[in-house]
């Protein structure tokens, strides 16, 4: 066999793989949704529609673009929920917004149960051959898993939470994986590694506890078929198929994984298009000194900054050569603005901006996906986070050498100049992102994260769930897993046996002074 001869036999078998031996129907559910969290499901649907499948998806956002061959059910509710979702520059404190959950789950459900769609689907004799789920805040609809009973899976938009390693039946990895509400790397000290246990373990238990729990009180009254008791939420979740989740090895902290989790990191990542005319005549007019973009992403307003901060902003802006571009969604503007900024209530994709020669850093939240595409686009960054997973992945930009990391509430004019004026001139943070975009580059070239996930998806549809994928442990609970048991009765063993030695030694001790002294006594009385 010849060499070409080989490989296009190889190509042909290849292709013929790729073809789906036969088409599906899948739900997609994802109310409760953010912009971001929706380009992780958008691409996945896309790809899974194209290759013929039927596909219905009930999103909590309006859908920037239709996409043919798909249904798309939609609700205005659902559309104020996920277009506000209260969180601002002053609600950043995690553990206030952790136990505002439970509360925020009901209102959620409650929210969902009400909406026309759910009452569609709850009451709809269709046969789904799957359902997918946004694994973040959609508890709600698991009883529609129950209701259709289909197989399901989760798309997270996230690297995995703790709860997501405990639904997976893979271990925490606490001793490398920093849960994603910290600022920890994965290099953890000893102190810090036993916050890190502790903090996983108890987000998993609080939501057992505390938020589940609630879900399923709202559950029961969504709940309409009388002939059929609903199981609980947490006992739905436990027939997960499989897990897919938005994590890359060149920007998430590694972590160990059963074979229930698929990572597709990065599978939105595409080539650049071209930027809007206006945008390119502004940013075509900074000559060699370049632009700067400052956005703080989909779910925070940066307008709605503290006046002191804007100001700190504005008053470093103007000693900059660079021409910025920022995200401000107050249509009033600003009245002391510089000549080289300009305000944009709305931007073009980030990754075409990302993409233009003369871009020289982008100022952000430091979200997950800025984070992704800034690499991607082999671009620096500075990260103000805000809440929630921001700080973990500015934390590992900055340990990566890509990156500044600043607090926007002890921010002052100084710091912010010279941040940006040393990432613009100090060549190695250029040269550090460059090499790890290099990386990522090879990794999603070589390795295609989208046709991963979408044969993942067409397995677990062809086998009617993924039971073979489910290792053995998942009937031990979480401190099982992680060997706590084991760990607690080693303990009490060498407890046990140390107290036995200390008791031997004792009395033997003891022995020997009492024949001493009957031994001295005798001879005394001698
Ligand atoms: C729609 O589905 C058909 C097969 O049912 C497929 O041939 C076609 O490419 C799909 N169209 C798009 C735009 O995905
Ligand atoms: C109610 O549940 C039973 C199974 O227990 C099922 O056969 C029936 O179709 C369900 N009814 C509706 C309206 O979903
Ligand atoms: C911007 O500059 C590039 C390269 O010089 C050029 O091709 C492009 O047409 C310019 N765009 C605008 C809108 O001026």
């Known amino acids: 066999m010849t060499f070409t001869f080989r490989l296009s036999l190889l190509l042909l078998v290849a292709a013929w793989n790729f073809e789906p031996a036969s088409t599906a129907n899948i739900l997609f559910l994802s109310p409760i949704t953010s912009y971001s969290h929706t380009h992780f499901f958008f ?5 899974l529609a194209s290759r013929g499948h039927t596909i219905t998806h009930w999103n909590g956002l309006k859908p920037r673009e239709d996409i043919r061959n798909v249904t798309h059910l939609h609700s205005t509710g659902l559309q104020k929920v996920n277009s506000r979702h209260d969180i601002g520059f002053d609600t950043n404190n995690p553990l206030k917004l952790w136990f505002k959950h439970p509360e925020r789950m009901a209102n959620v ?8 769609v759910f009452h569609q689907l709850i009451t709809s004799r269709e046969q789904f051959d799957l359902i997918v789920i946004e694994a973040f805040m959609n508890e709600c609809v698991l009883p529609l898993v129950q209701h259709f009973r289909a197989p399901f899976i989760y798309l997270s938009g996230l690297p995995p939470l703790p709860w997501m390693f405990e639904s997976t039946c893979s271990p925490m990895s606490t001793q490398e994986y920093p849960v994603l509400v910290t600022d920890f790397t994965d290099e953890m000290n000893l102190f810090q590694r036993t916050i890190n246990i502790v903090v996983s373990t108890a987000m998993i238990y609080f939501r057992n506890w505390f938020i589940l729990p609630r879900v399923d009180v ?50 939105h990542l595409r080539p650049p ?17 370049g632009f700067i973009v400052l956005s703080f992403g989909s779910i925070v307003h940066g307008s709605g900054m503290p006046e002191a901060t804007r100001k700190i902003f504005v008053a470093a802006f103007s000693r900059l050569p660079q021409r910025i571009l920022w995200k401000w969604e107050d249509e009033s503007g600003m009245d ?10 709305w931007l073009p994709p980030l990754l075409d901006l990302l993409a233009h ?28 986070p805000v809440f929630g997973d921001q700080s973990n992945y500015v934390s590992k930009a900055e340990k990566d050498g890509y990156a500044i990391k600043l607090d926007w509430m002890t921010l002052t004019e100084d710091t912010l100049y010279n941040s940006i ?41 062809r086998h009617h769930g993924a039971p073979h994928l489910r290792p053995a442990s998942c009937r031990l609970n979480m401190l099982q897993r992680e060997s706590m048991d084991v760990t607690l009765l080693l303990v009490l063993i060498i407890l046990a046996l140390a107290y036995l030695v200390v008791f031997i030694v004792r009395s033997s001790a003891s022995r020997v002074l009492k024949w001493t002294k009957t031994d001295q006594m005798k001879k005394k009385t001698q």
Request: overall charge neutral; aromatic content about 8%.
């Open 336 to 345: 002391d603005l510089p000549a080289n900024v300009r305000l944009y209530t």
């Open 218 to 267: 709202e559950a029961r009254h969504a709940w309409i078929n009388s002939s059929e008791p609903l199981p609980t939420v947490k006992e739905i979740e436990n027939r997960l198929s499989l897990f897919i989740t938005n994590s890359q090895p060149s920007l998430t902290y590694h972590y160990f994984k059963s074979s229930t989790i698929v990572d597709a990191g990065g599978l």
């Open 43 to 47: 691409y996945t649907i896309k790809a």
């Open 109 to 116: 459900c409650k929210t969902c149960y009400n909406d026309p």
């Open 273 to 289: 298009k071209p930027l809007p005319k206006d945008v390119e005549a502004f940013v075509n007019g900074s000559a060699d000194a």
């Open 421 to 461: 004026h040393e990432i613009i001139t100090n060549p190695k943070y250029k040269e550090n992102v460059q090499k790890l975009s290099s990386l990522m580059r090879e990794q999603i070239e070589m390795d295609r994260p989208l046709e991963r996930a979408v044969h993942a998806i067409e397995h677990v549809a």
């Open 357 to 384: 020669p003369k871009m020289r850093l982008l100022m952000t939240h430091g979200g997950l996906y800025s984070n992704q595409e800034t690499v991607w686009s082999g671009v620096p960054l500075i990260g103000f």
